[in-house]
């Protein structure tokens, strides 16, 4: 094989370090995965740490607490808008630039959340911790998965995403001893160790990887997407309002037109954002449609379950 490390005896070299089986296909070492397990573990518990908080947030803030799903919403849409983009973003600045740079406009976000003393500073923050993450998480497990073999990428995400999916567990009742007993303010200001520990890890001991690629950038098909996206977002964050039917009817409608010629284009681009022809495998197909589905009853239960006890049952957060 070719680009592999050899031994004076012929045999491959084996990086110590390397995660099992990862070795040979110049897989990630170990200290890239825990990094980008620890990136899983810090996005998925400012996910569900902040649900628990809400209605203390939004005293604090002087808004009512279903009114701070803006910021919740905001964070989605950039999501939404900008994930798109994180392939052709690591092939040309690189997976380490990249992911250094996305953990830390993720971790400075964190603290402007924290800080923020008006619904419009917080709605502003999360829109700039919604640009860190798109990048934060899916190029962080390109970087995971590079070079890894195809016998060994069950492990491999297992090692990556079983400590994220704690978060979810710890996040909620975190929440809600931190908003008790402290502050909520202190919510944001976890993640700022863990930020600061993996950018300087990843500066030490990840190499930059594709720098430079020549591939095209998609402008038409990034603004038709991520208009498409943005006004489906906007239009769920509508239909929760009381009296906004109408408005949301709208931008259902132009998510849905923009959509379409979102898809259309794609499939005559010659380097497309997006690229459906993956659709095709019917294993992918199946887990892109039915994944959708349970992740909106997974994302909406943590979101609802806690206003429901603290404002309708008159619970306090812990």
Known sequence: MSGVEKEPDGKPYVDPGAAPGAAQGGGPSQIVLLIVSAAFFMEYLDGT???????????????????????????????????????????????????????????????????????????????????????????????????????DLMRTIAFIIWPGLVAPVIGTPLGGLITAYASWHWIFLLNVLLGIAGFFLLRAHVRNHDVGQKRPFDAPG???????????????????????????????????????????????????????????????????????????????TPFLAPLMFQQGFGLNAF
Do not use: N
């Open 222 to 300: 990034f603004v038709l997407s991520g208009a498409a996206l943005a006004a489906v977002m906007v239009w769920l964050e509508l239909v929760g309002r009381e009296g906004s039917l109408g408005e949301a009817g709208l931008y259902l409608l132009a998510g849905l037109v923009l959509g379409v010629i979102a898809v259309w284009y794609a499939r005559r681009a010659a380097h497309p954002m997006l690229d459906f022809s993956v659709l095709r495998i019917p294993t992918f197909r199946v887990i892109v449609f039915s994944g959708t589905l349970s992740r909106i009853g997974i994302s909406v």
């Open 49 to 151: 740490v902040i649900a628990t908080a809400l209605p203390q947030m939004a005293l604090s803030l002087g808004v009512r607490a279903v009114d701070l799903s803006a910021g919740m919403t905001s964070y989605l849409v950039t999501l939404a808008v900008l994930i798109p983009m994180r392939g052709w973003t690591a092939e040309r600045f690189g997976t380490r630039e990249v992911f250094v740079w996305a953990i830390a406009v993720f971790t400075f976000a964190s603290v402007l959340c924290g800080l923020a003393q008006t619904a419009e500073q917080f709605t502003l923050a999360r829109i700039l911790q919604g640009a860190g993450g798109a990048m934060m998480v899916p190029v962080g497990r390109l970087a995971a998965l590079r070079g890894v073999e195809k016998k």
